[in-house]
């Protein structure tokens, strides 16, 4: 590309640059969309380059803490821009990703991006029988028997995973009752090394009739939960809950349960869920 | 860059792509580091654009269902080149980011990213004299007493962070004892949309002189927890577990405790931590 042109071109970028808007935020960062440049030729990145080594240099003057940087998918070559200048990934999902730049003296006080995955599996318990559902997965070196489950979706309440993952790999509609059990465990090879968190709940069946997926599931069927607990042939986990889901079947579950109550959200007008265990009435509604 | 050049530039581009290496894993994906160029001439973006679609469709021709592309961050301009092509962002975090494109013909099967942030909370019980550790945040527009609390570090375990938060905003040590309530809240403003995880421990306080944090806290002190529980000047939560807890001073913890155990993991030859409701010693050793 010639003279006159490349000097165009870089004019452009100062154009598309001069449109920005760094907005400011209550912990003393400030923020800015790339997004916005859309519409826009593309930008040079050497012309991108000069302006966010002056702006940070500006930002930093005025006594700002932290930069955050917007970049859509297709302007990532200003991704590697700013990386040169100290960026790094906050983090990034489909289209976008969000890069941060911490500028205080003292150690960043940035928050983190999501660390966990949560999975969620039901164990669906049959009174009338005694009877448990349980599969073994297909795919896995040992085929011990475990309670149906998997990774909770987007924006999934814990209950919903569970009925909705009972009833994908086996067929069973039920109904979510209690959390039974939570455990974490962290650098999870399953969770691009983040950390797990697997809760099971204690489900009521609402059919009876097994129809389990094959790509899943090698086995799966209603299993005496006595004999669950007993046998070796299942994953640790799951042998200890079993142990616990009969205690609660044997002894009752209010002994085991930690059971769900819905509030209002205070400032988005939705609602959230809190499990714990149950309060008495007079304790529920003393002021 | 005059001609000659150009074409050297292309021919290193090449040169350095047949180097890369495409993994295949046992989901029927594959999987290719951009890292592995490092050392090696900046790829030309047409010649990486060629390879990667000669690239996905001897994949699909395989029929290979996924590919991930691990890209470096100062990289960056392949991953807007791999945009145009279908790819999206998996994730990203610090220097690098991961790519995918799903090639199935039935939806995507590919996992997500990390859906969570955990926040930890201590209800820190002083059983001597009846109060509780309480805090209001600086920079609240609502000055509402709660547990003193915040975001989980990467791998740390949901006691850890109560022992540490606790610390921090106020000064006082304690010890976990016991999980009291989970809360789920989705779309959550402070995860950059993604969900929360709420947990407030019961905690046993080994000092007691209050140190606060003026950064984070207006105010920090130890409040009669039958106050507590019916004050209006309290966050929802907070007023709920206060309420839980008296109940469980009054009638005995073990009605409100989620209690932990560690077990080794199977894999990994770490320890993971289980919570449920406490088991009697006859069920947790039946064989």
Redesign the interface.
Same mark, same amino acid.
Do not use: C
């Given at each position: 590309m010639a003279g006159p042109w490349r000097g165009l071109r870089r004019a452009r970028g100062w154009a598309a640059l001069a449109g920005l808007r760094a907005r400011t935020d209550?912990f003393g960062g400030v923020s800015v969309n790339l997004g916005e440049l859309r519409g826009s030729p593309r930008l040079e990145r050497a012309a991108f380059g000069r302006w966010l080594r002056e702006s940070v240099s500006q930002w930093r003057d005025e006594g700002r803490v932290a930069v955050w940087l917007h970049v859509p998918?297709?302007?990532?070559?200003l991704?590697?821009v700013a990386?040169?200048q100290g960026f790094?990934?906050?983090? *990034?999902?489909?289209?976008?990703? /969000?890069l941060t730049l911490w500028l205080g003296e003292e150690p960043s006080r940035l928050?983190?991006?999501?660390?966990?995955?949560?999975g969620v599996a039901g164990a669906v318990l049959d009174e009338r029988t005694g009877k448990v559902l349980v599969v073994q997965d297909r795919?896995k070196t040992i085929n011990a028997w475990k309670f149906p489950g998997g990774?909770?979706?987007?924006?999934?309440?814990?209950g919903d995973t569970a009925v909705r993952e009972v009833f994908e790999e086996t067929g069973i509609k039920s109904e979510f009752k209690s959390?039974?059990?939570?455990?974490?465990?962290?650098?999870h090879?399953?969770?691009?090394g983040?950390?797990d968190?697997y809760i099971i709940c204690r489900m009521e069946p609402s059919s009876f009739h097994i129809s389990f997926c094959q790509h899943e599931c090698l086995r799966c069927e209603w299993m005496d939960l006595e004999e669950l *607990?007993?046998t070796?042939n299942a /994953?640790?986990?799951t042998s200890?809950?079993a142990?616990?889901l009969?205690?609660g079947y044997r002894e009752g579950f209010d002994?085991?349960?930690?059971t769900m109550?819905e509030?209002?959200?205070?400032?988005?007008g939705?609602f959230?869920?809190?499990?714990?265990?149950e309060?008495?009435e007079s304790?529920?509604n003393?002021?």
């Open positions: 209550k998918i297709l302007q990532s070559s991704v590697a990386a040169s790094a990934f906050h983090h *990034a999902e489909q289209g976008s990703s /969000t928050p983190g991006f999501a660390t966990h995955q949560l795919n990774l909770s979706n987007p924006g999934e309440d814990i959390i039974l059990s939570i455990r974490q465990q962290h650098k090879p399953g969770a691009f983040k950390s968190m *607990a007993r070796e /994953t640790p986990i200890n809950v142990k616990l009969l205690f002994r085991i349960d930690i109550r509030f209002p959200a205070v400032y988005t939705l959230y869920k809190l499990y714990h265990r309060l008495p304790y529920r003393m002021t």
